[in-house]
């Protein structure tokens, strides 16, 4: 078996780098967080203060002047199928 010369403290150092590495990741999984949120919120509400590309506003409808009233029947219908033709003989 491999002998460790392990005392069960940590030097000062290393609790100190300790720290930092894990403040950074507090950091960095905040910053995920924070993002996250910020697209869902664009994501639900486009027109927010903050969105950097909100939609385009629509357009009015068009309404086009029609004077007349639209024409009704202009064929006149259809007609019945002819009835089929009796063979002949040949």
Same mark, same amino acid.
């Given at each position: 078996? +491999?002998?460790? +010369?392990?005392?069960?403290?940590? #030097?000062?150092?290393?609790?100190?780098?300790?720290?930092?590495?894990? !403040?950074?990741?507090? *950091? @960095?999984?905040?910053?995920?967080?924070? *993002?996250? !949120? *910020?697209?869902? =919120?664009?994501?639900? $509400?486009? $027109?927010?203060?903050?969105?950097?590309?909100?939609?385009?506003?629509? /357009?009015?409808? =068009?309404?086009?002047?029609? /004077?007349?009233?639209? /024409? #009704? +029947?202009?064929?006149?219908?259809?007609?019945?199928?002819?009835?089929?033709? +009796?063979?002949?003989? @040949?």
């Amino acid at each position: 078996m +491999d002998h460790y +010369d392990y005392s069960g403290q940590e #030097r000062p150092i290393q609790r100190v780098m300790n720290f930092i590495w894990n !403040a950074l990741t507090l *950091v @960095t999984l905040l910053g995920v967080v924070g *993002v996250v !949120a *910020v697209f869902l =919120i664009v994501f639900i $509400n486009p $027109n927010i203060f903050f969105n950097p590309f909100p939609p385009q506003p629509l /357009p009015p409808p =068009i309404s086009l002047p029609n /004077p007349h009233p639209t /024409p #009704r +029947d202009l064929q006149p219908p259809t007609r019945p199928p002819s009835p089929p033709l +009796d063979p002949t003989p @040949t």
